[in-house]
């Protein structure tokens, strides 16, 4: 199974916010062979942007071990999809971002679910795009 995660669970797990727990267990369960992960290059850009320091290290030392391991694909996004996305997030009302949305195009085109924190997403992208969405917590407990 391809999973794209939310920069979110990055964010939080490097940063160690409440929920860290969860997402090293995602995570750890990833290394563990239960799916591997698409990103795109912008989700680690945001994701760099908002922990650097320490927390950029560390994102690189998760790369790395995914590679390692031959479950990661990263994705380079194209003009056009970013496009796309600018227009998904107008046509939402702005309420989610661009990122939201680029994270959301990429899953749709390259994974089989996108794993987020935000409930109101999921909510969204379900409802607007039937888009296969768990959040974290769901998806972490689920048996594989």
Same mark, same amino acid.
């Given at each position: 199974?391809?999973?794209?995660?939310?920069?979110?669970?990055?964010?939080?797990?490097?940063?160690?916010?409440?929920?860290?727990?969860?997402?090293?267990?995602?995570?750890?369960?990833?290394?563990?062979?239960?799916?591997?992960?698409?990103?795109?290059?912008?989700?680690?850009?945001?994701? %760099?942007?908002?922990?650097?320091?320490?927390?950029?290290?560390?994102?690189?030392?998760?790369?790395?071990?995914?590679?390692?391991?031959?479950?990661?694909?990263?994705?380079?996004?194209?003009? %056009?999809?970013?496009?796309?996305?600018?227009?998904?997030?107008?046509?939402?009302?702005?309420?989610?971002?661009?990122?939201?949305?680029?994270?959301?195009?990429?899953?749709?085109?390259? %994974? /089989? %679910?996108?794993?987020? /924190?935000?409930?109101?997403?999921?909510?969204?992208?379900?409802?607007?795009?039937?888009?296969?969405?768990?959040?974290?917590?769901?998806?972490?407990?689920?048996?594989?």
């Amino acid at each position: 199974m391809k999973v794209y995660p939310d920069a979110n669970i990055y964010i939080t797990y490097l940063l160690g916010q409440r929920g860290e727990a969860l997402a090293d267990r995602f995570f750890k369960q990833g290394i563990g062979c239960r799916f591997s992960i698409v990103a795109s290059n912008t989700m680690f850009a945001e994701v %760099a942007q908002r922990c650097k320091g320490s927390g950029v290290m560390l994102l690189q030392k998760n790369i790395d071990d995914y590679k390692k391991v031959g479950k990661l694909e990263v994705h380079i996004m194209e003009n %056009a999809e970013i496009d796309e996305a600018e227009k998904l997030d107008l046509a939402s009302g702005c309420t989610y971002g661009q990122n939201d949305m680029e994270h959301s195009l990429i899953a749709r085109k390259l %994974a /089989d %679910a996108f794993i987020t /924190d935000d409930k109101r997403l999921a909510k969204y992208l379900r409802k607007e795009f039937g888009q296969t969405v768990f959040l974290l917590e769901e998806f972490v407990n689920s048996k594989p």
